[in-house]
């Protein structure tokens, strides 16, 4: 491994019971250089949770390796316990201590000290400073989950897995924590991240597309876009949702999804069709007023709802 | 500070932080041992009695009067007729019936053996044999009595005095007591540690304990040391509440109940992580420990003796620790017994508290 890699995974594969398909299978070999953000994204059931588990010594591979700073996560778990943060999906911290209680108790954990790593958290923990006493049950949802970040940032580690931080939290909220893992990144620190929003994912360095246990691909957010090799159109009528399915009922399209207020679709490698044709003919057949069909370039979420069904 | 150490105050901070539970460690034990022996209550009192005086003498007046003083009893009324008795009996007003019949006093007199006959509604078959026990040896006192007086030793009819002893009165609350202080250290001692193990499985923070570096081990023993300490307050409570309401341990040494108490605590806490290794939610975890708890107090001879079980069952209490703890503390209790006489139930205990600690760090071992 080179110097500059935090994390290097060469195959890695975990099956929680025989009969199942394994939740975990990565063939391939994948590295995250220090101090990248990295993202991963991926319909619910992809092994997202299953992966931060094995990166964070919670559960033994079948197969394959890992290595986190150099640590490998099997024999030298015990090192790389006290350089991980990890933040669960689910808020886990003690909900019947206060939110001061807790955070001591978090660096006590680590053998630290509150003020020793006081900078590190002092952005986000400036907004829960008037709620140091209350109970941490009793917070509101982001509030909680800025809670839980400083907990797995206050003994300073050198990686930081957050699974589905934003899940569930208001859009301010969202966009705090990603300002906040913007600034944790310039202090060198290796973030991999998973969410479920595509916009979010635009903010990682690099992004994996992970779908039954595998990545499908690793790549910047830009480089997967402009590897969007199909041409895409968003269509709009009075009626969308039999829109939808005379969409795809057009023998021209090859997958159609709806799309905000729009319905976004991809043409068949063969076919030659254009928006306008495309807008007259359903008009004429169909019946359909209003129509409004225009190409458009693809989003990381176009990818990712193409690259769902491979 | 070690992790042991923070660990232990984050315990501390958590179950005082709750409102709920502090008031539920001093309420337990005291509400238990108070209201349970009392309404529990197995001691016969008030027996209602109905003589059929077919004799009319003085000696049968003197015999009604002897047992209406003797403080079980109460004599609800005095029938001509057998048969008027046990209507009585049968409508539930009386709950036993002596018939001294007629003829009684001249035949005692002249030195002949007289048979009295005692009828006792067993429908409460607790009340209705000790109703007639008390009945028969207060007789056969008095017939005894009556013998000497007459100056015709004799004549004394054979009889058998039952003498109970280190329980005089037959007072079921001193059965019950030491049994009540058990249950005290199963709830507190058991179910508290397992149900805080379980907690932190379902909030999901044991994950958060596995991800950093606190040892399992340290973890664990902060709470089983913990709750261990509650453990020894909720005895200690009930411990005073026996001595001071129920004038319990007149005899028994503290060293020897606190010993085993502990040694018994050590047990609960690892059945308790055995218990916490296999349930996954807090209902899971309930409801496995209730199970075992109701094995361990009816079947190891806490409420009901253990000879008067079935055989196998005998030999099956063999195999529950309450059994040694239970005899331990009545023993202590009751008779003043010291280690060296409960040597083997201590042996006992200490073995169940090791072996089942081995298999609760076995268990959690393998998890993961």
Same mark, same amino acid.
């Given at each position: 491994?080179?110097?500059?890699? =935090? ?28 101090? *990248?953000?990295?993202? #991963? ?22 197969? +394959? ?14 090192? #790389? ?72 940032? #206050? ?27 913007? *600034? ?39 480089? !997967? ?58 008009? =004429? ?15 990381? *979420? ?9 | ?55 009319? =003498? ?11 003083? =003797? ?7 005095? *029938? ?105 250290? !199963?709830?507190? +001692? ?61 005899? +028994? ?116």
């Amino acid at each position: 491994m080179s110097e500059t890699d =935090s994390i290097v995974i060469c195959g890695l594969k975990k099956s929680y019971r025989k009969d199942l398909p394994p939740a975990v299978d990565l063939q391939e070999e994948v590295r995250i250089r220090k101090g *990248e953000l990295f993202g #991963i994204i991926g319909p619910d059931g992809a092994g997202k949770t299953t992966l931060f588990r094995l990166l964070a010594t919670l559960v033994l591979p079948d197969g +394959g390796s890992a290595t986190l700073e150099g640590l490998d996560i099997v024999r030298d778990y015990r090192k #790389i316990r006290t350089l991980l943060g990890y933040m669960p999906g689910k808020f886990s911290l003690y909900s019947d201590l206060s939110v001061r209680e807790n955070l001591e108790f978090f660096a006590s954990a680590f053998g630290q000290d509150i003020e020793r790593n006081y900078a590190l958290i002092e952005n986000i923990y400036g907004r829960l400073k008037p709620f140091e006493n209350r109970k941490a049950g009793k917070l509101s949802g982001g509030m909680k989950q800025k809670l839980a970040l400083c907990c797995s940032l #206050i003994h300073s580690p050198a990686v930081l897995f957050l699974d589905e931080p934003t899940t569930g939290v208001d859009p301010s909220s969202r966009r705090e924590l990603w300002e906040n893992l913007a *600034e944790l990144k310039e202090s060198g620190m290796t973030i991999v991240v998973s969410t479920a929003y595509m916009d979010e994912a635009n903010r990682c360095d690099r992004v994996a597309m992970m779908k039954s246990g595998r990545f499908l691909t690793v790549d910047s957010p830009s480089d !997967i876009i402009s590897g969007f090799g199909k041409r895409l159109f968003a269509a709009r009528s009075d009626e969308m949702f039999r829109l939808l399915q005379d969409l795809r009922a057009v023998p021209d399209v090859d997958k159609c999804y709806t799309f905000g207020d729009t319905h976004h679709f991809t043409l068949r490698d063969c076919s030659h069709a254009d928006a306008a044709v495309l807008a007259s003919q359903l008009a =004429s057949c169909s019946g359909h007023r209003n129509v409004e069909v225009k190409e458009i370039r693809a989003s990381l *979420e176009d990818c990712y709802m193409n690259l769902e069904e491979k | 500070m070690s992790s042991f150490g923070y660990l232990f105050i984050k315990e501390a901070k958590q179950f005082f932080g709750n409102p709920f539970m502090p008031v539920v460690l001093v309420l337990l034990p005291v509400l238990l041992m108070l209201l349970v022996p009392l309404a529990a209550n197995m001691e016969v009192r008030d027996v209602s009695l109905s003589i059929v005086d077919l004799d009319r =003498s003085s000696l049968s007046a003197r015999l009604s009067d002897r047992i209406s003083r =003797s403080g079980y009893f109460v004599l609800k009324s005095v *029938e001509d007729t057998y048969g008027k008795a046990m209507d009585q009996l049968s409508r539930g007003n009386v709950d036993i019936i002596l018939e001294i019949p007629a003829g009684t006093e001249r035949a005692v007199s002249r030195g002949e053996s007289v048979e009295i006959f005692i009828a006792a509604n067993a429908v409460n078959s607790t009340k209705g044999m000790m109703g007639g026990g008390y009945l028969s040896s207060i007789v056969s006192d008095f017939s005894s009595e009556m013998a000497a007086s007459g100056g015709n030793p004799a004549s004394v009819p054979l009889r058998i005095t039952p003498q109970y002893r280190f329980n005089p009165h037959l007072e079921y609350k001193l059965f019950m007591v030491p049994a009540l202080m058990i249950v005290v250290i !199963i709830l507190v +001692g058991g179910f508290f540690p397992t149900m805080s193990i379980v907690t932190e499985k379902e909030n999901g923070t044991i994950e958060q304990m596995n991800v950093s570096p606190v040892r399992k081990r340290d973890f664990i023993l902060s709470k089983v040391i913990f709750y261990g300490i509650l453990g020894v307050f909720a005895f200690t409570l009930s411990y005073l509440i026996a001595h001071f309401v129920y004038g319990l341990a007149p005899h +028994g040494g503290l060293l020897e109940i606190y010993v085993s108490a502990m040694i018994f605590l050590v047990f609960m806490g690892g059945f308790g992580l055995i218990i916490s290794n296999y349930s996954d939610t807090l209902l899971q975890s309930v409801f496995l420990m209730l199970f075992f708890v109701l094995i361990f107090m009816l079947m190891s001879g806490i409420f009901t003796p253990v000879s008067s079980m079935e055989t196998w069952s005998q030999y099956f209490t063999y195999i529950l620790p309450t059994r040694y703890f239970v005899n331990i503390l009545r023993s202590v209790c009751l008779k003043g017994s010291t280690f060296a006489d409960l040597a083997f139930d201590y042996i006992m205990l200490s073995v169940f508290a090791v072996v089942i600690n081995i298999i609760a760090v076995v268990t959690y071992r393998k998890q993961n």
